[in-house]
């Protein structure tokens, strides 16, 4: 079946330091790809996406490329803030021609801390 | 447009009781999901419905869990007879339609603590 695996946080950066969080995914046929971001006390949020390979998903300085060599989905960030504290989920749909009807299967999250 | 709207944001339950949840989609949206997550742990899909269908149940367990859309009213996953181990957050998602590259909106979630 379909799995996502996160690095393993939290992660703790100071304001303005560069943000990786790894995603690697295990999936039949080409999923789409997605990251969703989490605030204290909120739902979660779709935060980018990408359908094929080679697509690059990016909203709010916020940027992730689908490998499917590599089968990965890492997000990058090349100067964070301290509204960026959250937790971080990748996630994958079964891709065209799938029967998920877009059904999500998420990563276990990743807590960031940004201090000033 | 109000977003999806989930209540109560917080339960508790005594073991044996049951447990309503309620999500309201978003205006316009047919399609429901429903994700539960564990301490610790990502979300887990448990159903997707459509009104007054059910489509997949794949992630529900087989027993003391349901879940309902009427054609008029706000989706409903009920949990029978709870126990220690259903204390989880319970999302909701809605989408205008299913499909593998829909944005799916979620809401605050239900947090349902069993003591």
């Known amino acids: 079946g379909n799995s996502v695996t996160q690095m393993e946080g939290p992660v703790t950066l100071s304001e303005e330091a560069f943000l990786t969080i790894n995603c690697t995914y295990t999936a039949t046929g080409y999923p789409s790809l997605f990251w969703y971001v989490q605030y204290p006390g909120e739902g979660l949020q779709l935060l980018l996406k990408?359908?094929?390979?080679?697509d690059k998903g990016s909203n709010k300085g916020f940027e992730a490329t689908y490998r499917k060599e590599t089968t990965s989905f890492h997000l990058e960030k090349g100067s964070v803030q301290v509204s960026d504290s959250a937790v971080y989920f990748c996630?994958?749909?079964?891709?065209?021609?799938?029967?998920?009807?877009?059904?999500?299967?998420f990563g276990q999250g990743t807590i960031l801390t940004v201090h000033p | 447009n109000a977003g999806v709207m989930q209540n109560p944001r917080h339960l508790v339950r005594r073991r044996g009781q049951e447990a309503r949840l309620r999500c309201s989609p978003m205006?316009?949206?047919?399609?429901v999901y429903w994700y539960r997550q564990l301490p610790e742990e990502g979300l887990k899909f448990m159903v997707y419905?459509?009104?007054?269908?059910?489509?997949?149940e794949s992630g529900m367990p087989k027993e003391r869990f349901s879940a309902e859309f009427p054609k008029e009213g706000p989706s409903i996953l009920r949990i029978q007879q709870v126990v220690r181990g259903d204390s989880a957050a319970y999302f909701c998602?809605?989408?205008?339609?299913?499909?593998?590259?829909?944005?799916?909106?979620f809401g605050q979630g239900t947090r349902l603590t069993v003591v």
């Open positions: 419905l459509q009104k007054e269908n059910i489509i997949d």
């Open positions: 205006k316009g949206h047919s399609h």
């Open positions: 990408a359908t094929k390979a080679d």
């Open positions: 998602a809605s989408s205008p339609r299913g499909g593998w590259d829909t944005e799916a909106f």
């Open positions: 996630a994958l749909s079964d891709g065209a021609g799938g029967t998920s009807y877009g059904k999500l299967t």
